[in-house]
């Protein structure tokens, strides 16, 4: 009796509807083989098949149930297969910040460009100062003022107050360097023509205009600049 019951507690519970036709069916007193018949023949219709999960469901499930048991450590952290995803996709956009950028240096107050007023020039300030030094005692003023320039723009760059990109002109440097070194500006911009002067337009050189870039680049490495217009 009590297997009759559950079998048509179920009945009615699921389909409300055909509650009326299932009690008319089921015999006043069926036996435990016929009672569990009904309810197999009951729970074998329509309604309750749709209801079962589809196989794309249980595929879902246990795929999801795969999933989550791949974790790391004591099994709380993110899901392994996710962690290698974030990881690749990490070194992707390191190794791609190196090709765009370059390897970063590690000593930023060394940071330079290679090309220095249209030209690939490696040296440091210092080497540079040296070269133009070397090149007035030859009285070879064109690359000694040349040199001494260079080395006053340099010296700024690897200093990080101002930024020197591949195609900054002479000119372009003394403009950002005034904003720095404001005390400094009308000196600058006349630099910048006695370097164009002599480097580009082939004027003879002399150890007046020589003298003046060395006393000028001396007093660029002493001054202190307005850090508010560092790096423009």
Known sequence: MTLTLVAASVAAALTPRAAPAIFSEVPVDPDSEEATRLLIEELSKAPYQAAKPTLFDRASKAFSDWLASLTIGDGNGIPTIVSIVLLALVA?????AIIVYGVPRLNRKSQHHDI?????????AAQLREAAEQAATREDYAAA???MFRSIARGLSERTLVNMTPGTTGHGFATRASRVLPELATELVASADTFDRVRYMRKPATREE???LRALES??????????????
């Open 210 to 212: 020589y003298e003046q």
């Open 92 to 96: 992707v956009a390191i190794i791609a």
């Open 145 to 147: 003022i040349a040199d």
């Open 219 to 232: 007093r660029v490495r002493a001054a202190k600049p307005d850090l508010a217009e560092a790096t423009l």
């Open 116 to 124: 220095l007023f249209g030209e690939a020039d490696y040296r440091t």
